[in-house]
C-alpha cells in the first residue's frame, strides 16, 4: 500500500524537475536573444557613427542588377506613357558598413533602413512624370560583414512611349525605359547587368476554369542592356540600363466591341446599294446605317482620342463608309423627287442637255424622244 504515494511522489519530482529544466532553458534563450539585439544595436550605430549618407563608397562603385521582376504593366493612350510595377534586386559594395563576424556573435548579416545609408541615384532618364527618381520605397535594405549592399525596393517605372495606332485594336508598340545615374558618370558610378536579369511574373486572378491575366497586353519580346553613351560636353562616359519591352495587345473584349460590329456595317453598306436608287425604304435604311456609323465613330474616338498622328485604319473605314452612304441617301432622295409627281416646273436645260448627251453614250437613245418633250407635250 505504501508504492502507490511513493510513486505519486517521484512522478511529482520528475515534472518539478523538468520544469525547471525547461524554465532555465527559456531563461538562457531569452538571454541569448537580449544579448543579439544588443548587439545589432550596437554595430549598427557603430557603422553610422560619422557616416556621410551624401558621399559615394571610396573607390570606383559598381551598382550590380541581378533582377527586374515586372509584376504588372499597363499602357495610357491618353498620356502616350508605360507603367510597370516591378522588384529591382541591386547590390553595391560600401566598405564603410563591413564588419569582423567575431567581434560581433557572428552576425551574418544586417538590416538597416535605406535613408540611414548611401544609396545610388538612380533615375529614368524618359520619365513621364516630374519626380524622375527611381527610389520610393522605404523597406529595409540588407548589409552583409564585407560590406555589401543589397536592396530589393519595389519600383514603379512611368516612362514615355509613343504609340503607333494604326493597326489598333491589333497594335504592337516598342516601349524602352532608360535608368542611370543622373549625378555620377562612369568612372565613379558603374552599372552592370546580367543578361537573364529581365524576368516576368505578371499578376493573375483565379477564375472558374483557370486563371486570366490582369493585363491586356502579351509581352511578344523582352530585352535588358547595358549601354555606354558619351556627350559632347564631357569626356567621361555616362551608363544607362536599357530595357526594351514589345508588347501586343490581346484584349479579345475588342472582337465583340469593334471588329464584329464593323464587320457588320460594312454589310449594311452594302445593301444599302442593292436597293433600287428610287425606292423609300434606300432613305430610311440608308438613314438608319448613317446613325450606327456615327455611333461606330464615336465609340472608338472616345477609345483612342489622344493618337493624332495615327489614326487607326479601321476607323478610316468607316470613315469612308460614312461618306459612301451618304451619297447613296442623297442621290437616293433626288432620283425619288426627280420621278414622283406632281412637277410644276420643267428640268433645267443646264441639267437636261448633258444628260441628254450622255444617253448616247449609255445607248438610252430610245428615251432621248422622251426626255425632249416639253411639259406643255406631256
Not at 490582369?214 to 567621361?236: A, D, F, G, H, M
Amino acid at each position: 500500500m505504501m508504492r502507490y504515494p511513493t510513486m505519486l511522489y517521484l512522478a511529482a519530482g520528475l515534472l518539478l524537475l523538468q520544469m525547471g529544466v525547461g524554465l532555465g532553458n527559456h531563461e538562457a534563450s531569452v538571454s541569448t536573444g537580449l544579448e543579439m539585439t544588443a548587439n545589432e544595436q550596437a554595430l549598427r550605430k557603430s557603422l553610422l557613427k560619422n557616416y556621410d549618407k551624401l558621399t559615394i563608397p571610396p573607390g570606383n562603385t559598381t551598382i550590380t542588377i541581378s533582377s527586374l521582376t515586372i509584376r504588372t504593366m499597363e499602357m495610357h493612350e491618353e498620356t502616350q506613357s508605360m507603367e510597370i510595377l516591378s522588384y529591382l534586386s541591386h547590390s553595391w559594395m560600401d566598405l564603410r558598413l563591413k564588419w569582423s563576424l567575431e567581434d560581433h556573435m557572428d552576425l551574418d548579416r544586417l538590416g538597416m533602413d535605406p535613408d540611414d545609408i548611401w544609396k545610388p541615384d538612380l533615375t529614368v532618364y524618359n520619365s513621364a512624370r516630374e519626380d524622375y527618381h527611381l527610389h520610393q520605397s522605404q523597406l529595409p535594405t540588407l548589409v552583409y560583414p564585407e560590406g555589401r549592399v543589397l536592396f530589393v525596393p519595389p519600383v514603379q517605372l512611368h516612362f514615355t512611349c509613343v504609340m503607333d495606332l494604326t493597326y489598333w485594336p491589333h497594335d504592337k508598340h516598342t516601349c524602352v525605359v532608360k535608368i542611370g545615374s543622373w549625378v555620377h558618370h562612369g568612372f565613379l558610378l558603374d552599372l552592370q547587368v546580367s543578361s537573364d536579369a529581365l524576368e516576368f511574373d505578371l499578376m493573375t486572378r483565379a477564375v472558374e476554369g483557370g486563371e486570366i491575366s490582369i493585363s491586356e497586353w502579351e509581352v511578344l519580346r523582352s530585352n535588358i542592356t547595358r549601354v555606354i553613351k558619351y556627350y559632347p560636353c564631357c569626356s567621361e562616359p555616362y551608363i544607362t540600363i536599357d530595357v526594351s519591352i514589345t508588347l501586343r495587345r490581346s484584349a479579345s473584349a475588342y472582337t465583340y466591341t469593334v471588329k464584329i460590329p464593323a464587320v457588320c456595317l460594312s454589310l449594311l453598306t452594302l445593301v444599302v446599294f442593292l436597293l433600287p436608287p428610287g425606292a423609300g425604304e434606300k432613305l430610311i435604311f440608308g438613314g438608319f446605317c448613317l446613325l450606327l456609323n456615327l455611333l461606330f465613330l464615336t465609340y472608338t474616338t472616345q477609345v483612342v482620342v489622344h493618337a493624332p498622328t495615327h489614326t487607326p485604319l479601321i476607323m478610316r473605314l468607316v470613315c469612308q463608309q460614312l461618306v459612301l452612304v451618304l451619297v447613296s441617301v442623297l442621290v437616293a432622295a433626288l432620283v425619288v423627287r426627280l420621278a414622283r409627281d406632281p412637277h410644276p416646273y420643267p428640268l433645267p436645260n443646264i441639267i437636261k442637255s448633258p444628260l441628254l448627251t450622255l444617253s448616247y453614250f449609255l445607248c438610252l437613245s430610245n428615251y432621248t424622244t422622251l426626255a425632249s418633250r416639253t411639259q406643255q407635250e406631256y
